[in-house]
């Protein structure tokens, strides 16, 4: 249902064609009156402004076989964190996810922090290749909040400072900070969905934001804009929520964008790797789950001036850990993508925790001497696909991480060593391959 007193809605059109996107789409909105405010073609989204009865005209378009479209009212997000608390260690987080002995940097890797701007006068910063746009009006990319400072140090710090303390996983990655929450800490789709466009046209294979709306339902900009990233070689990785009081008894629940099932969720964790208390829970509903955790308690790292430096808590400061690790195993595997995706999750450290917490377990960066794995597509046999979950505890039972399931399409997917054999002769799989990755569109010129 369309909210009649919105003035500013998102239209969504769910569809890889890319002549649809590029031309019947934008001709289409024409058409019936509207020119957008923003287009972003890759992503298949637009924003458009008028009244609720008036914006029903594209929706009523859905009928047609030949756009796929919705239309939603739009969201505003804030900025993801909890108080400042005390720290006894500041780089316990690094320690926790193993990123104090990996060989990998992260050079030769993109990483776009989507945030509220960043301190560009930071000192641990000076020589660092950094990229800022800010998509706020009236706001440079300068960052006046601290948070996105905090998240890119989380993420691309240095693991050394000479005389304080080391606070980045990945010190070599190129840095780009696009603005997409003002000062005050909040932000609306149209800065977000900006965000992400300019990320892929720069060809950033890692793609983090700390930031979300308490909403349960899963909201389809995010949906599209996932898949679109998928298909162009990068992973987005959010924030899963502060919405949880669990010493009340409230578990809360992943609200958006990180409840998209193509944008992956992170949880936090404690220093004594409890669940975090404001940290939200899965809920049962295919994107509404918890993928991965990360450190997200008395986190230390960069911060505006003059103070530089902020220990604060949030599912916000366990997302860019997890988007560092995801630009370590980049740089050493290749992987990209969906592959991207699923060996983040194949090689995160099991917790004693419940799954609809944590996930997969706590992100752990590559050793440089792990075995390799490969992405794999399992497709159910016809008679099976009505037991995809049995299926898929089959191959946990045979050493596969399984990382997607979809139901829809009968199909399963997972890592596993690249020499495992009989994969394809367990019960209820017709066929075993190793996944291919593919691009619908080669990268594009950088774009600042």
């Known amino acids: 249902m369309i909210n009649e007193n919105a003035t500013r809605f998102v239209v969504v059109f769910d569809t890889a064609d890319a002549k649809i996107l590029e031309d019947v789409a934008p001709a289409m909105l024409e058409s019936l009156g509207f020119t957008p405010e923003r287009y972003f073609p890759r992503l298949g989204v637009a924003i458009v402004t008028g009244s609720g009865e008036g914006v029903a005209s594209i929706a009523s378009q859905k009928s047609s076989p030949d756009v796929p479209v919705e239309v939603f009212p739009e969201t505003i997000y804030h900025a993801i964190s909890e108080p ?20 990998y940097t992260g050079k030769g890797i993109k990483l776009a922090v989507l945030d509220t701007g960043f301190n560009s006068t930071h000192p641990d910063f000076t020589g660092r290749k950094v990229t800022t746009k800010s998509f706020v009006a009236g706001e440079d990319a300068e960052d006046g909040h601290g948070h996105g400072t905090h998240c890119i140090g989380t993420a691309a710090g240095p693991r050394v400072v ?6 980045g996983v990945a010190p070599e990655v190129e840095i780009f900070a696009g603005k997409v929450l003002g000062n005050q800490g909040t932000g609306s789709d149209t800065t977000i969905l900006e965000g992400i466009d300019w990320a892929l046209a720069n060809g950033c294979q ?21 898949k679109r990233a998928l298909e162009q070689g990068a992973v987005i990785i959010a924030a899963a929520g502060n919405n949880a009081h669990r010493s009340s008894g409230d578990p809360g629940f992943v609200g958006a964008p990180a409840n998209s099932p193509y944008v992956m969720a992170v949880g936090a964790v404690d220093q004594d790797m409890k669940v975090a208390d404001f940290s939200a829970q899965a809920v049962t509903a295919e994107g509404g789950e918890v993928d991965i955790a990360a450190p997200g308690v008395e986190v230390y790292s960069s911060w505006i001036a003059p103070k530089n430096y902020n220990t604060i808590n949030g599912t916000s400061m366990a997302t860019p850990h997890v988007s560092g690790i995801a630009a370590l195993i980049a740089e050493a595997t290749g992987a990209r993508g969906q592959e991207l995706w699923d060996q983040l999750l194949a090689g995160a450290k099991a917790l004693q925790l419940p799954k609809e917490d944590v996930g997969a377990g706590l992100v752990q960066a590559p050793s440089g001497t792990s075995s390799p794995s490969k992405s794999w597509v399992f497709t159910v046999a016809d008679e099976q696909a009505s037991n995809l979950d049995a299926v898929a505890e089959g191959l946990r039972g045979a050493g596969v991480t399984v990382t997607r399931t979809l139901p829809s399409l009968g199909m399963i997917y997972g890592t596993a060593p690249a020499d495992v054999e009989g994969l394809a002769k367990l019960k209820g799989i017709a066929s075993a391959d190793v996944a291919v990755a593919h691009s619908i569109n080669p990268p594009e010129a950088e774009i600042q």
């Not at 987080?93 to 104090?100: F, V």
């Not at 000479?162 to 606070?167: D, F, K, L, P, T």
């Open 206 to 226: 890692v793609i983090s934001m700390s930031l979300g709306a308490s909403v349960r339902t899963v909201h389809p900009p995010y949906v599209a804009a996932g």
């Open 162 to 167: 000479e005389g304080g303390r080391g606070y």
């Open 84 to 103: 400042e608390g005390d720290t006894a260690a500041a780089t316990w987080g690094l320690a926790a996810i193993r990123a104090l002995n990996t060989p």
